[in-house]
């Protein structure tokens, strides 16, 4: 079992920046391929970015590329995503989530934190 817990985010101004962090816990969560989700009021949850944790590989959503950076702590037990020249359309839940490999789905995720982008 896997345990996420997100901290950071918050109210932000609009061209603003912020920084998320996940801290994973339980077995071998260092191991796991990591991502992050976000979930507008009246969307559906959708990808944000993603880091395995052998070869480093990342990958985005076309939405925040050139944005936003994932990126694992040393220790790789935390993930971070900085989030740069945020967007009012930015404004959501952003939830850590973790799988077993890059084949499988994801299935361990934190409780979501909010970020709130404002003009």
């Known amino acids: 079992q896997v345990q996420l817990v997100e901290s950071g985010g918050g109210l932000v101004q609009a061209g603003g920046s912020t920084r998320l962090s996940c801290a994973a816990s339980?077995?071998?969560?260092?191991?796991?391929?990591m991502g992050w989700f976000r979930q507008a009021p009246g969307k559906e949850r959708e990808f944000v970015a993603g880091?395995?944790?052998?070869?480093?590989?990342?990958y985005y959503a076309d939405s925040v590329k050139g944005r936003f950076t994932i990126s694992r702590g040393n220790s790789k037990n935390t993930v971070y995503l900085q989030m740069n020249s945020l967007k009012l359309e930015d404004t959501a839940v952003y939830y850590c989530a973790a799988r077993d490999s890059y084949y499988a789905a994801y299935s361990y995720w934190g409780q979501g934190t909010q970020v709130t982008v404002s003009s």
């Open positions: 880091i395995m944790s052998s070869d480093g590989m990342i």
């Open positions: 339980g077995r071998t969560a260092s191991s796991f391929p």
